[in-house]
T-cell receptor
């Protein structure tokens, strides 16, 4: 079975550019999570969706970040405009059923903003 | 508020040694879930185990074992006869079950980097 799929795996962009990260959750999973991992702050939850509806976006750093889930099999995390401090690994994860169920992570997108 | 503490930042062992990774958590909830994830050098996060607060039985899976003790709020992870392929960062995580809404978040510890040398 396919796991969580993320694209691109690596993204290098210049400050001020728009960046879009993509995620396809495991089929049948009701919950989708976006995390950011940095050396300084570790793994942080940015936002999560239940049945395509955003439930909690309190972890989104600022208005430059936005996330959508137009259908059960696709989600995007957009940063506009990007800044060097956004450089991090961004993970998408999905789980079935309750939010306390096991979250399965995608391979991550390593974002570098120059 | 919930908190997960992994006091060991980095551990170095030689192959075949046993090693225990510590995890201490804080929660006011009576229903919660504990997890361990492995992050090898390739970067992906691999699920290892999920445990609910009502099940204190120790778990063994091959060379891996977990010791859950509610009395000390700990959920420690032991690797027996470590191998080079065990080298990774290991994360402990906590999720509470909010009974009314089912809303919960997964809080990760800072991770413990395990280096196993030949």
């Amino acid at each position: 079975d396919a796991g969580v799929i993320q694209s691109p795996r690596h993204e290098v962009t210049e400050m001020g550019q728009e960046v879009t990260l993509r995620c396809k959750p495991i089929s049948g999973h009701d919950y989708l999570f976006w995390y950011r991992q940095t050396m300084m702050r570790g793994l942080e939850l940015l936002i999560y969706f239940n049945n395509n509806v955003p439930i909690d976006d309190s972890g989104m750093p600022e208005d430059r970040f936005s996330a959508k889930m137009p259908n059960a099999s696709f989600s995007t995390l957009k940063i506009q405009p990007s800044e060097p401090r956004d450089s991090a690994v961004y993970f998408c994860a999905s789980s079935f059923g309750q939010a306390t169920d096991t979250q399965y992570f995608g391979p991550g997108t390593r974002l570098t903003v120059l | 508020a919930q908190k997960v503490t992994q006091a060991q930042t980095e551990i170095s062992v030689v192959e075949k040694e046993d090693v225990t990774l510590d995890c201490v958590y804080e929660t006011r909830d009576t229903t919660y879930y504990l997890f361990w994830y492995k992050q090898p050098p390739s970067g992906e996060l691999v699920f290892l185990i999920r445990r609910n607060s009502f099940d204190e039985q120790n778990e063994i899976s091959g060379r891996y074992s977990w010791n859950f003790q509610k009395s000390t709020s700990s959920f420690n992870f032991t690797i027996t006869a470590s191998q080079v392929v065990d080298s990774a960062v290991y994360f402990c995580a906590l999720s509470e079950a909010f009974m009314n809404s089912g809303y919960s978040t997964l809080t990760f510890g800072k991770g413990t980097m395990l280096l196993v040398s030949p």
